[in-house]
């Protein structure tokens, strides 16, 4: 059976990265850091698959993330095939993107989510020996991630590969997971917990506060300062998840919601940045002010209801993928096990350019930290050239960036 507080998180999760994407609200990604808390829950997911079928799984969970993609690309790479993209094998990454897959301007805004698939997929690829390695020596493999980024953020290794700055930020969440999958963050005694989670919190608050990003405080720029504050939120959040969370069933339409969101996470992944993007012009058109709180709320109302009618359009891939009766709007009961469930998502950061650039990689230095949210949106929208600290996505000469979430 499924523990109701694990799909509250990811629904709070998904809910807080497309609202920050419109709004662009540096404070949401320190209330709740979605990404590393989604890639922590997917992590659980992931030892959980290998412990049940073994290395099979990796293949189950890719049969279960790529047919979602190969949909929006079906509609999205044509159309940018028509508006200038190049036709080179490159493309072909919109297939099994484990590298950035090639965009052009305003593809590399509406798609800058993809980085998000990239890493899943690298971190499932890994995931084998990860597990193998973390039973062994858990607290050094553990750390592994966050001294890897430690050494990258100081200078060390200055022009390391995106995936493997990923793997810095973000993989040390993915063990965290395997950690809850173990029970190990269960057992740990509350005397050993609280004060690691204080310490990591302290350091990470630390060095956002004197490290801050051109966004200023947003963890999307801020990387090492983002993976310490996330630790000690998922040691919290998930380290002392209770069992369950009965309330939410209670309330037959907040249930419902929460049951769609997690069923169709990656749908709602997938297409909202677009959304987000496409409405943005509105708010010139008539009249706001791209910071007008009403604006703003419009916005998210209608991103959330167009991402819905996908959804209903859509969303039922992600239950052929799993091997589930397809449904145009899943419902309570479910025909697998609990530990298959969908993975969660979110976008990066990208910006618009005339030429064809890898969505999921920002010029310059750009990885996972995201531009700023909602294309345009921002207060502060970012140029993604050169040294922009945690640019994730795609980035442009000119125009708007994108944020990871």
Not at 156 to 183: C, I, M, Q
Not at 255 to 277: D, E, I
Request: hydrophobic fraction near 55%; charge should be positive.
């Amino acid at each position: 059976m499924r523990n109701r507080y694990l799909d509250l998180l990811r629904f709070l999760a998904i809910v807080r990265v497309v609202v920050y994407h419109v709004t662009g609200s540096a404070a949401l990604t320190l209330i709740f850091p979605a990404m590393s808390v989604m890639f922590a829950l997917a992590g659980s997911l992931m030892a959980a698959s290998l412990d049940r079928t073994g290395p099979p799984a990796v293949l189950r969970r890719l049969r279960r993330l790529l047919p979602s993609l190969w949909v929006l690309s079906a509609l999205f790479v044509p159309a940018m095939l028509l508006t200038g993209l190049p036709l080179t094998p490159k493309v072909l990454l919109w297939l099994f993107p484990v590298s950035d897959p090639p965009a052009n301007g305003w593809g590399s805004v509406a798609l800058s989510m993809i980085w998000y698939l990239r890493d899943y997929l690298w971190f499932v690829l890994a995931s084998p020996l990860a597990l193998w390695l973390f039973r062994r020596a858990p607290l050094p493999t553990l750390l592994a991630p966050y001294a890897l980024l430690a050494v990258m953020e100081f200078g060390v290794l200055p022009a390391a590969p995106t995936v493997l700055r990923e793997f810095g930020l973000y993989f040390g969440a993915w063990l965290l997971g395997f950690a809850h999958h173990d029970g190990l963050l269960r057992r740990l005694a509350g005397r050993v917990l609280v004060p690691a989670a204080l310490a990591l919190g302290a350091a990470g608050l630390t060095w956002i506060f004197t490290h801050p990003g051109p966004r200023g405080y947003d963890l999307n720029d801020i990387h090492l300062g983002n993976a310490l504050w996330s630790a000690a939120f998922i040691l919290v959040a998930i380290g002392r998840a209770p069992a369950g969370a009965g309330w939410v069933d209670r309330n037959a339409v907040v249930g419902r919601v929460v049951t769609v969101l997690n069923r169709r996470a990656l749908t709602v992944y997938l297409w909202h940045m677009p959304f987000v993007v496409a409405l943005t012009p509105l708010v010139d058109l008539v009249g706001w002010s791209r910071r007008d709180p009403v604006g703003l709320a419009v916005r998210v109302v209608l991103v959330f209801a167009l991402v819905g009618v996908v959804t209903v359009l859509v969303g039922w891939v992600e239950d052929v993928a799993a091997r589930r009766v397809p449904e145009l709007l899943p419902s309570g009961s479910r025909s697998t096990p609990a530990g298959r469930a969908a993975a969660p998502a979110s976008p990066a950061p990208a910006g618009a350019g005339s030429e064809p650039v890898p969505v999921g990689v920002g010029a310059g230095t750009a990885h996972l930290g995201g531009a700023p949210a909602a294309a345009p949106s921002p207060a502060a929208p970012v140029p993604r050239g050169g040294r922009v600290p945690a640019q994730r996505g795609v980035r442009a000469a000119t125009g708007p960036g994108v944020s990871a979430g």
